[in-house]
């Protein structure tokens, strides 16, 4: 069974750091592209990252980008969001997906239960 | 930036059809994926390239994309389904390729 498990959200000053994890199991990470996800209270989806198997393709949401890097460790089936300088806007609960693509198309077809990140003063 | 405009709110009455729209440039030209959200859940998909269902997902959802549109359609609708409905589009060849919809919350009367 495919499962992915986030971890490490919690309360933090604005301008301070957190770093996300996400547990995989069932599958082989190595083999999947996976993203980062967020939803700010009573808003709707952002997608904020993604990375390639091979960490060849990493993308980010202009939001985050400069400050987020995701980066992942596939010998022990973990993903990773490293969030630097963070604003009271990055109030969210972040998803980690994985991500299958055919074609010229992509889309999650699991999601994990997600972490709460909340930055406050 | 690529944008996915949805209908922020559809009602529709236990029995009957649930039409939720996304449309989007070009959209003809790439495959429309439908996710469901049910208060603190996680998405989960319903319909993925354009009109594919997940095992699982009850054969009431379904799927198309024609010209700028697309649409998910919930038959017989029944309270369970009472949820916010994103789609969502992979936007090959941009820094941000990864397009998710506004959001239609369906409610239930």
């Known amino acids: 069974e495919v499962q992915l498990v986030e971890s490490g959200g919690g309360s933090v000053q604005p301008g301070g750091s957190l770093r996300l994890s996400c547990a995989a199991s069932g599958f082989t990470l190595g083999s999947f592209t996976m993203s980062w996800v967020r939803q700010a209270p009573g808003e709707g989806l952002e997608w904020i990252s993604y990375i390639s198997p091979g960490n060849h393709a990493v993308y980010y949401g202009d939001s985050v980008k400069g400050r987020f890097t995701v980066s992942r460790d596939n010998a022990k089936s973990l993903l990773f969001l490293q969030m630097n300088t963070l604003r009271a806007a990055d109030t969210a609960i972040y998803y980690c997906?994985?991500?299958?693509?055919?074609?010229?198309?992509?889309?999650?077809?699991?999601w994990g239960q997600g972490t709460l990140v909340t930055v406050s003063s | 930036s690529y944008v996915l405009p949805q209908p922020p709110s559809v009602s529709v009455a236990p029995g009957e059809t649930a039409t939720i729209t996304c449309g989007g440039d070009n959209l003809r030209g790439k495959s429309v994926h439908w996710y469901q959200q049910k208060p603190g859940q996680a998405p989960i998909v319903v319909i993925y390239f354009d009109s594919d269902r997940p095992s699982g997902i009850p054969e009431r959802f379904s799927g198309s994309n024609s010209g700028n549109t697309a649409t998910l359609t919930i038959s017989r609708v029944e309270a369970g389904d009472e949820a916010d409905y994103y789609c969502?589009?992979?936007?090959?060849?941009?820094?941000?390729?990864?397009?998710f919809g506004t959001g239609t919350k369906v409610t239930v009367l």
């Open positions: 997906a994985r991500v299958i693509c055919s074609g010229t198309t992509c889309y999650s077809d699991y």
């Open positions: 969502q589009v992979w936007n090959s060849g941009s820094d941000h390729p990864f397009v």
